[in-house]
């Protein structure tokens, strides 16, 4: 697969990225899923996980046809999540300030 200057440029920046989110925005057609398919088999290659997160149904259903990343709406997956950061937030409320 051959892949453009900004492909290969935000390839290289989400291998070599220590953050746990990134985000890929681009306009229709300009190569997201060319880009994302390869990246995701590396991280798969080396025992990472990657999801993928839309803002539609449809467009979770197109970027696991096009990557086979498996993909979420971004409601679902923070709704999954919500339990978890309830608990945190509530732990944080609940902590007694240390002592002077």
């Known amino acids: 697969m051959t892949l453009n200057e900004g492909q290969e440029s935000a390839g290289r920046m989400i291998l070599s990225s220590s953050n746990r989110i990134i985000a890929v925005q681009g306009i229709a057609g300009a190569g ?6 390869p990246v995701s088999q590396l991280f798969g290659e080396n025992g990472k ?3 993928g997160l839309a803002v539609q149904n ?4 197109m970027l696991e046809r096009d990557t ?3 993909s979420m709406t971004l409601a679902r997956f923070i709704g999954s999540h919500k339990t978890s950061y ?3 937030r509530i732990k944080m409320l609940s902590q007694k300030p240390k002592p002077p």
């Open 32 to 37: 997201k899923s060319s880009l994302l398919k």
């Open 49 to 51: 996980t990657v999801l």
């Open 58 to 61: 449809t467009l979770v259903q």
């Open 68 to 70: 086979g990343i498996a």
């Open 86 to 88: 309830r608990r945190e």
